[in-house]
T-cell receptor, first 115, second 112 residues
Framework: GAVVSQHPSRVICKSGTSVKIECRSLDFQATTMFWYRQFPKQSLMLMATSNEGSKATYEQGVEKDKFLINHASLTLSTLTVTSAHPEDSSFYIC???????????FGPGTRLTVL | GQQLNQSPQSMFIQEGEDVSMNCTSSSIFNTWLWYKQDPGEGPVLLIALYKAGELTSNGRLTAQFGITRKDSFLNISASIPSDVGIYFCAGRENVDGNKLVFGAGTILRVKS
């Protein structure tokens, strides 16, 4: 149990385009979902926390208009990188947490490359 | 802000050896977690610690929550090739809070 999936696993896009990444909890309801960014050989940095049906809470320094997060249901959250630039290239990882368990389960990540 | 110092940064050991890594923080955490991340994958939870002084095992892995609540260690006994990966510690101020702070990671390589 407690499986989190992400789609796509890899995406390459041109500078200026927008990219949507999906995060799904497959076998549990996720009241809270998290989005992280990980640069090569670095740790995970929390970008934002989202609760189902409400606006996401962004960490300091993360632009909410650039990284749009929608958590429309208890099993799906999406991250849209708008007007992507090469510096947005990174490994984006989501995680999901159920209401009856303290810990987060992580997705397999999405490798974004912006040309 | 909160920071976790994780060491060592990397280790290259012989198969069968024991491994030890640790994390220290500048502030008190009420939860310590240890994760393993394989290349191109998300982190997988290995051990969760919720009480100061707690010592918990998961197979060949053992982790402890420091008495001061500002540190934790992870030991791996009798390492095997599949132990290769990046190990991260993570801390949380509140047991039921949301935000995790991650250490920089320890890269483990095993020579068989």
């Amino acid at each position: 149990g407690a499986v989190v999936s992400q789609h796509p696993s890899r995406v390459i896009c041109k500078s200026g385009t927008s990219v949507k990444i999906e995060c799904r909890s497959l076998d549990f309801q996720a009241t809270t979902m998290f989005w992280y960014r990980q640069f090569p050989k670095q740790s995970l940095m929390l970008m934002a926390t989202s609760n189902e049906g409400s606006k996401a809470t962004y960490e300091q320094g993360v632009e909410k208009d650039k990284f749009l997060i929608n958590h429309a249901s208890l099993t799906l959250s999406t991250l849209t990188v708008t007007s992507a630039h090469p510096e947005d290239s990174s490994f984006y990882i989501c995680s999901a947490r159920a209401s009856n368990y303290n810990e987060q389960f992580f997705g397999p990540g999405t490798r974004l490359t912006v040309l | 802000g909160q920071q976790l110092n994780q060491s060592p940064q990397s280790m290259f050991i012989q198969e069968g050896e024991d491994v030890s890594m640790n994390c220290t923080s500048s502030s008190i955490f009420n939860t310590w977690l240890w994760y393993k991340q394989d290349p191109g994958e998300g982190p997988v939870l290995l051990i969760a610690l919720y009480k100061a002084g707690e010592l918990t095992s998961n197979g060949r892995l053992t982790a402890q929550f420091g008495i001061t609540r500002k540190d934790s260690f992870l030991n791996i006994s009798a390492s095997i090739p599949s132990d290769v990966g990046i190990y991260f510690c993570a801390g949380r101020e509140n047991v039921d809070g949301n935000k995790l702070v991650f250490g920089a990671g320890t890269i483990l390589r095993v020579k068989s």
